[in-house]
């Protein structure tokens, strides 16, 4: 008899298309992948009300929500409306606790509404804003996947990622993070999975420690 089917949702970081998950390998006989890519949100859409659609899409009961990056909040958001086995971040960030100070700077300011998104739609800007400035090959390698370029969404992305609302991380959320990660530093970060020389990116430089990460979290 073949194993009951794990149907797996997976939402990518801020701007990335489905492509950030090319890494990720779950057993074919055992889980079924199924990106949910990014909507454009409505003029002025609470988090709330975009997370409540996005959440439509997720057609089984029981299923597993992974988000990463800013698709971790965003998920977080979703599964008030869902039924999941295993909720799951990834680089990410379980409360406005564990932003970091630039972050957090940006939220206090408003400086974040100063990022012209309207004319870095193509450049390294914005991956500089997601990444940090750091090595020139990682910021070509995630430059790759930014495939979201619509203005409307990218202003709405970092307005809701500085300004997320959460006091308390929700329960039972599974956390796994790169000990390395610049973009939210895992000393800001509380109750995780950590893992050795992750970065932001390990979704996609470390693809197979993530993957066998997974597998193990949603067979226990």
């Known amino acids: 008899m073949n194993p009951e089917i794990t149907h797996v949702y997976f939402v990518p970081g801020m701007a990335a298309g489905k492509e950030i998950f090319k890494n990720i390998r779950l057993p074919k006989n055992r889980f079924k992948i199924h990106i ?7 003029k002025n859409e609470a988090i709330e009300l975009y997370a409540k659609r996005m959440a439509e899409r ?3 009961a029981n299923s597993v929500l992974v988000g990463v990056s800013f698709g971790g909040v965003v998920v977080q958001e979703m599964a008030q409306y869902l039924t999941l086995k295993n909720l799951i971040i990834i680089s990410s960030v379980k409360s406005k606790k564990e932003l970091p100070t630039r972050m957090k700077f940006a939220r206090k300011t408003g400086v974040y509404k100063l990022i012209p998104t309207r004319l870095v739609l193509s450049a390294d800007d914005l991956t500089k804003f997601s990444l940090g400035p750091r090595s020139k090959k990682r910021l070509q390698l995630y430059q790759d996947f930014l495939h979201v370029r619509d203005k409307r969404y990218l202003d709405w992305a970092i307005k ?13 959320v599974v956390h796994i993070h790169g000990d390395s990660d610049v973009v939210f530093p895992v ?11 992750g970065t932001h990116i390990m979704l996609l430089d470390k693809g197979k420690k993530v993957s066998e990460k997974l597998i193990e979290i949603i067979s226990t």
């Open 36 to 42: 949910l890519e990014w909507l454009i949100p409505k």
């Open 58 to 60: 997720v057609e089984e």
């Open 160 to 172: 809701n990622m500085v300004k997320w609302q959460r006091e308390e991380p929700m329960e039972g």
């Open 187 to 197: 000393k800001n970060i509380n109750d995780c999975i950590k893992l050795e020389g």
